[in-house]
């Protein structure tokens, strides 16, 4: 018998359905799969998830890792490298953003103790199930607070994408295997 999942990835490639099976809304706690998440999202902006995860192995390799002290350290030639780098999405505000917002995460690891401590606070550490939106008051709230921290290309729907990533919001659809 086959697994019922959520219908939007119903017929979709396997990629997809490895993420949807393995890692979205799955509750996420360490701080380098937070960032890694976090990059990925911001990059997603006006584009399709399904290219992100394509790309996604190349982001790896061409962020270092997502290493943080790495990133925070680029200077002008590392972004020359990636706006050159055809494998992932050469958009320079993003590439600029990817460095500006690791800083900022850095900063909020140091008030915070650690950026999941942080980002669960929101909602005292509770998982919020099957709300099926594309924004909330949470998004919108979170998306608020790290603006004024200095993050960028975190709006609203960047936000809300993300806390499903990282399982905040586990919108499994109650038919699905993962609900």
Known sequence: MMKKRCSWVEGKKEIYIKYHDEEWGVAKYNDDILFEMLVLESFQAGLSWI??????????????????????????????????????????????????????????????????????????????????????????DIAKDLKKKGMKFVGSTTIYSYLEAIGIIDNHTKDCFRY
Do not use: C, M, P
Request: charged share 35%; net charge negative.
């Open 51 to 140: 290219t992100i995860l394509k790309k996604r192995e190349a982001f790896k390799e061409a962020f270092d890792n997502f290493n943080i002290e790495k990133i925070i350290n680029y200077d002008e030639s590392k972004v020359h490298e990636l706006l050159e780098n055809e494998s992932i999405i050469r958009h320079e505000g993003k590439i600029r953003a990817t460095i500006n917002n690791a800083k900022v995460f850095k900063d909020i690891q140091k008030e915070e103790g650690s950026f999941s401590n942080y980002i669960w606070g929101f909602t005292d550490g509770k998982i919020i199930k099957a709300e099926y939106k594309t924004k909330s008051d949470l998004s919108d």
